[in-house]
């Protein structure tokens, strides 16, 4: 107890330490936070597009369903076209946005200059065309199955999210605090695997050890005092994105003190394997900690996305714990999270039995 | 019986020997000090002794109680002040007091009241709440004393504990070790300031390649290398004076054994038995000489280690 309270002590009193786990994390929130919030704002509106559209070569039902499509688009103010060199013209003066020909089946596009507006009628009629394709099929196969489709129940942004279970609007704020959450986390971590070094290094190692206090005992307290400063890695990360940047976990408390129970079983996962590594090397535990957990956190997609490998990125820790993570708060399911709980549980009682061990009976002195 | 007994120690780096077939005792109550260069083995036989480390072969016993068989026992009664400063630096003074006074068992009031005592033994009672990082080097070597003591060890293992300090703190720090002895604690001390184990030891080892060269009180090892002391009169020659009939004249007193004369000086070796010069001063002056200065020199250890070992201390 007494080792316990001793290092939360150095822990609340070191300002290197404080910052490291309570406001680099909060700074990092704060930073991408902001940034991020800044990439959801978009930067063009694309609705009330306006466009002239003809129709050429096509059936009743081609032009019926495409007339329909564009009276109906919220986005589009499609007028029939009366000329089509006429319409190009205003195309060109950048009066309309786009000249939209249906020619049979096939949907051709003559644009202005405006990009955003081009990519985002590219979209929609890419768009519509497989959606064509498929109802088309659908009417040459089973022509009945069209009359339980509801045509007003199409998907939105809203609906899907409903359906989902999620009942929030979801940002990319929401993956960046969990995965800059699990990164501080595995940054941490790395202090622990220099804990035994670190008390070399002052001399308080030989003080303690050649007292009465068994060396169970002094193993225990130190491991245990470190756990605080995870707390409040954890805490202040998850408080600061959800208040300070409108990061949102879980939508209920059950889910969000799985998380934490998850975040801190975790955290005491990483810590053992820390201090295991720190007793077992005579270098610097950071030395090889930090490059293993950039190496891990790197190819986990924790940095960015695009880096997760196929068949690699998914047996790696961060992972595993982000797609946990995402699993509870995005799909409301706890598999994910309940497996990584009780994995990092199994670790810290392994590699804490270890460590007791190697600790119990090593030389420090060599 | 010996409070502390070292008896044939024997430790091995590899190939290395560090500690050679090493035998002391150490009196209940005494201020015992270990001197040698460094490297010597010193830490080495202090680290043994607290139980730090084991030896390849021999035995350690403090208060009867093995430091291998019995290191439980052994722990409860010693306490150490490491040669390095081992303190935590967020910590206050007390707090550091009382943190490694609580692992031999301190608590509550008995804790505090110790931590308090140790901290007004060492003189830093005006700044327990003072942080170990903000501490001067001879403040903190104070506090690393008191983390040693504040549980009351019946030995008290001290591996040069005055490195690096100031003149004022290192006074402090041996009227500290002195007091302690005084109020019955056994004291083993390690150094390679000469003139620091002369002014606290009441016995001491010299140490050198990890065999014992000597040991004994300081009087003992001076005269393992001599039984004379120098005695230096400075005067003034007259000019045509007969140095031979002078030289000869004092030769003739009794217990001094040789007289050069240099200079305006003369030196005179002596026996040690011999404690009154009177007659020599009176027998210069039958010359007519003035004297200027008369100065008395014993042997100190620099000189016994120089003649035990071959080579100088530091």
């Given amino acids: 107890m007494q080792i316990f309270l001793k290092e939360v002590k150095e822990f609340i009193r070191d300002p290197a330490a404080l910052f490291m786990c309570l406001i680099f994390p909060i700074l990092m929130v704060l930073i991408l936070g902001s940034f991020l919030q800044q990439l959801d704002i978009s930067d063009h509106k694309i609705e009330d597009i306006k466009l002239h559209y003809t129709i050429e070569n096509s059936d009743t039902l081609n032009s019926g369903a495409f007339e329909m499509f564009l009276s109906q688009a919220d986005i589009f103010e499609a007028e029939k076209s009366a000329d089509i060199e006429s319409s190009r013209q205003l195309v060109q003066t950048g009066e309309i946005t786009a000249l939209v020909t249906l020619n049979g089946s096939d949907i051709e596009l003559y644009c202005g200059d405006n990009g955003v507006s081009n990519r985002a009628l590219s979209s929609v009629f890419n768009s519509y065309q497989q959606m064509s394709a498929i109802y088309k099929s659908i009417l040459q196969t089973d022509p009945a199955a069209l009359a339980d489709i509801d045509l007003t129940d199409y998907d939105s942004s809203e609906t899907f999210v409903q359906r989902e279970g999620l009942g929030v609007t979801r940002s990319m704020m929401d993956y960046y605090a969990v995965t800059i959450l699990v990164m501080m986390l595995f940054f941490s971590a790395s202090g622990s695997s220099d804990a035994v070094n670190e008390e070399k290094k002052r001399h308080t190692l030989f003080r303690m050890l050649i007292t009465p206090k068994r060396r169970i005992h002094i193993f225990i307290g130190t491991i245990l005092g470190r756990l605080p400063e995870y707390i409040g890695i954890i805490l202040s990360t998850m408080i600061f994105s959800v208040i300070i940047c409108g990061a949102r976990y879980c939508s209920d408390i059950l889910g969000n003190l799985m998380l934490i129970l998850m975040y801190f079983l975790v955290s005491a996962a990483l810590i053992s394997v820390g201090y295991l590594i720190g007793l077992l090397i005579n270098v610097p535990g950071p030395s090889v900690f930090v490059p293993l957990c950039w190496t891990m956190l790197f190819f986990s997609g924790t940095f960015a996305k695009p880096v997760v490998i196929e068949g690699f990125s998914s047996y790696l820790p961060p992972y595993i714990i982000q797609e946990a993570s995402f699993k509870l708060t995005l799909f409301n399911d706890y598999s994910g999270v309940l497996s990584v709980t009780l994995g990092s549980f199994v670790i810290f009682a392994v590699c804490m039995s270890a460590s007791a061990l190697i600790f119990s009976k090593k030389n420090f002195l060599k | ?314």
């Fill in chain 2, 1 to 314: 019986m010996a409070f502390v007994k070292v008896d044939n120690l024997i430790k091995n780096y590899g190939s290395f020997c560090a500690v050679d077939s090493l035998s002391f005792e150490v009196e209940q109550g005494e201020i015992f000090g270990l001197l040698g260069p460094n490297g010597a083995g010193k830490s080495t036989t202090i680290n043994i002794i607290t139980t730090l480390d084991e030896q390849n072969s021999g035995t350690v016993t403090v208060n009867g109680y093995d430091t291998v068989k019995q290191r439980a026992e052994v722990r409860k009664i010693i306490g150490t002040v490491p040669q390095d400063i081992a303190l935590y630096p967020f910590l206050s003074a007390i707090e550091n007091v009382k943190f490694f006074a609580s692992l031999y068992g301190l608590k509550g009031k008995e804790l505090e009241e110790s931590a308090m005592r140790a901290l007004e033994f060492t003189g830093l009672s005006e700044h327990a709440k003072l942080k170990a990082k903000k501490m001067s080097g001879g403040m903190k070597r104070r506090l690393n004393i008191a983390c040693g003591i504040a549980h009351h060890p019946k030995l008290i293992v001290m591996d040069e504990p005055t490195v690096g300090v100031d003149a004022q703190s290192r006074e402090h720090i041996l009227n500290a070790i002195t007091l302690l002895r005084d109020k019955g604690a056994t004291v083993i001390y390690t150094s390679h300031y000469m003139h620091e184990v002369e002014e606290i030891c009441d016995r001491m080892a010299i140490i050198d390649h990890g065999r014992l060269v000597a040991q004994g009180t300081e009087k003992e090892l001076v005269s393992m290398i001599t039984d004379s002391k120098t005695i230096t009169v400075t005067t003034r020659f007259p000019h045509g004076f007969d140095h031979n009939g002078f030289t000869e004249q004092l030769k003739l007193l009794p217990d001094v054994n040789s007289v050069r004369c240099e200079d305006n000086t003369v030196r005179l070796d002596v026996r040690l038995t011999s404690s009154d010069f009177s007659y020599i001063i009176d027998e210069i002056k039958k010359f007519s000489l003035p004297l200027n200065a008369v100065q008395s020199t014993v042997p100190n250890l620099d000189a016994v280690f120089l003649a035990l070992t071959g080579h100088e201390l530091r």
